[in-house]
């Protein structure tokens, strides 16, 4: 999840380019050489961009919470019959009840 700008701008570089001076206020932001300062603006949209993509996957991380576990789809697998059967329709349930985006 993307909800400060500190969040955005480890995304923008590898290794440690940038830092805080006081109160991590956007004005006290230092950048490394090499490296323009981005502006607040151009900050702002990225969060903006950065969360909305976020935001689009939320139906994967429920999914994902929701899924029976592999030892569950193992046992299943190997058992057969009716265990396949029901695990089957417990992971339907959960893509019926998280759409893809």
Known sequence: MFETIEDVLV???????????GD??????WVADGYDKPTEEELNTLLATKQAEYDAKDWQRNRQAEYPSLQDCIHALLDGGDTLTD?????????DAYPKG
């Open 24 to 29: 991590k206020v956007y004005a006290n932001l």
């Open 87 to 95: 695990l089957q329709a417990q992971r339907q349930a959960v893509k």
């Open 11 to 21: 995304t923008l570089h590898t290794g440690q380019w940038f830092g805080f001076n």
